[in-house]
């Protein structure tokens, strides 16, 4: 271990006479050991970024490095968990010092005392190499493969009853193989085989499986001012997205709103499973009284658990709330370390950090079989100015936009999807799996939702001068039925049955309305009145 001392301090940045240090190398600060991590190299010094509160450290006090970056530690028991930022977890924080976090803790993550069962597929004697899979171990409803970090021939294999804390297989060579692994946050994995994105993920929600569907692998934000509903429709999503495993990350939130998420995830069941949502979710906690530094690695260490458990072949989203926060958090961070501040205070790097990020999503190969990360986050601009930084530097990397309208939010209209401002790049690949797959007229009727609620935006300028009654009779059947599109198939209430909806319910909703405005313009076209037309 390197050994130095504090030699300067600045809030959470301290400067550290500490010589052989690397860049992002994880180093421990004072007598509390306070974990922090480099972030400059200068001649004579380093300069590390505290992600504790550092209110009573002082010069002269020890700094150690640690040899290695921030790291995570990945293995069975992830499920159900909630974390902080620097992936300590909440429930052993709570026994161990209260309700209130203090500086210095650092709990091993995973729960080194829980009885597992393991499933060796080799024996002693049997050869193995770097990241193949040697084992399973039950984790709930999934099982849950164990690869090995180094290759070597296998001299002992154990089966049966385990913990965390005992080896799984040793080797003649020397060294021993657990069940969990080191990874770290920072580095996407390079060693994978990446494959194009076919397969759709289901939603529920009929406004994005109709109109702008996501793909297992994509990536899409959406943006919205105060009140626009994007923590709830996150959580809705975050209910019954069609995926084996949600990882969700409360990103600089208040910390009521995690406590309800937390509280009703807990009594939620998994609509695909049957089984508690819990036990598929994992939540990256970090609200808005937690250190900023922390809330900068959070969504790193979010990122890292959710490739971690696609590499072992599982359909993955993991859901960020929000983005925004997370830049604030890069900002501030930026300013103490006196950079070149870009537009509006954001360093020059946003755009190139937050593609980055980004591009770990995606779907690999992973043996005989594949897996898939999706990311869906929120932003949060400032007064709902969408020009902003963070907002323009997503959409630049992003493949579906989800944009919340202030003014749909204001006349109640939920989730507030702007249908006109909105898009999806993977609509046409996803459009021809959804004709295939759940009926022909998927496509079609696609069009004919878009053409209705355009010739109603078209119609509504015109209703406003001329009055509704001033419209001809096939312009006001025309608005009556694109009144019903958006009413009752693009509103969903996400406290009631109808919060969720499968594709074929969400298809034979749209064709019950589209079907009633063809019937009825025929009738028009015949003579018949409007008004007995909308009463029958």
Not at 21 to 40: D, I, K, N, P, T
Not at 52 to 58: I, K
Not at 237 to 248: E, H, L, M, T
Not at 425 to 433: K, V
Request: net charge negative; hydrophobic share 40%.
């Amino acid at each position: 271990m390197k050994k130095g001392r504090i030699i300067g301090l600045s809030g959470p940045t301290v400067s550290v006479d500490l010589p052989g240090l690397q860049l992002y190398e994880r180093v421990y600060v004072g007598h509390q050991r306070l974990a922090g991590e480099v972030v400059r190299l200068e001649q004579g010094k380093a300069v590390v970024q505290v992600y504790e509160e550092t209110r009573g450290l002082a010069l002269g006090e020890p700094a150690e490095g640690s040899g290695r970056p921030l790291t995570v530690r990945l293995g069975p028991g992830l499920l159900g968990g909630m974390f902080d930022g620097l992936q300590r977890p909440l429930q052993a924080l709570r026994r161990e010092t209260g309700p209130f976090i203090r500086s210095g803790t650092d709990p091993f993550p995973l729960d080194l005392e829980r009885s597992w069962n393991f499933s060796p597929l080799k024996s002693p004697g049997d050869s193995l190499s770097a990241g193949e899979i040697f084992g399973t171990v039950e984790e709930g409803a999934f099982l849950h493969p164990i690869r090995a970090a180094v290759g070597g021939t296998l001299a002992t294999v154990h089966r049966g009853a385990f913990t965390l804390d005992s080896p799984l297989a040793t080797y003649k060579e020397g060294g021993e193989l657990f069940a969990w692994q080191e990874r770290p946050v920072r580095e996407p994995r390079r060693d994978i085989t990446r494959l194009p994105t076919a397969d759709p993920l289901v939603t529920g929600q009929r406004c994005l499986d109709f109109l702008f569907p996501l793909s297992k692998g994509g990536t899409a934000i959406f943006p919205g001012g105060f009140g626009t509903g994007k923590t709830i429709l996150e959580q809705s999503i975050a209910k019954f997205a069609d995926v084996d495993i949600v990882i969700y990350v409360g990103c600089g939130e208040r910390g009521n709103e995690m406590a309800e998420i937390l509280e009703e995830f807990a009594t939620l069941s998994d609509p695909w499973r049957d089984t508690p949502l819990m036990e598929r979710t994992i939540v990256v906690v970090n609200t808005s009284n937690m250190p900023v530094a922390a809330r900068e690695a959070s969504i790193y260490t979010a990122v890292a658990m959710a490739e971690y458990y696609r590499d072992l072949g599982y359909d993955i989203l993991l859901l960020a709330d929000s983005i925004s926060r997370w830049a604030e958090a890069l900002r501030e961070i930026s300013s103490s370390l006196e950079e070149m501040p870009g537009e509006e205070g954001y360093p020059t790097y946003l755009g190139s950090r937050l593609s980055a990020y980004f591009e770990r999503a995606g779907v690999v190969a992973c043996g005989e079989g594949t897996g898939s990360l999706s990311m869906i986050l929120s932003v949060s601009p400032p007064g709902g100015d969408f020009t902003e930084p963070v907002t323009q530097a997503c959409l630049r990397s992003a493949g579906a936009l989800y944009l919340l309208d202030t003014a749909l939010a204001h006349r109640r209209h939920f989730p507030a999807i702007h249908w006109g401002q909105s898009y999806s790049l993977y609509e046409q690949d996803l459009g021809r799996h959804f004709c295939s797959e759940v009926s022909g007229d998927w496509d079609p009727l696609r069009s004919r939702c878009r053409e209705l609620l355009q010739q109603e935006t078209a119609l509504a300028e015109v209703a406003e001068i001329v009055g509704l009654e001033g419209l001809q009779d096939r312009d006001r059947l025309v608005m009556h039925a694109a009144e019903r599109v958006r009413r009752e198939f693009l509103c969903q209430n996400a406290y009631s049955e109808d919060a969720f909806s499968t594709p074929q319910q969400t298809l034979e909703r749209i064709s019950t309305i589209v079907a009633f405005f063809d019937e009825a313009l025929a009738r028009l076209e015949e003579g018949e009145a409007l008004d007995e037309i909308l009463k029958g």
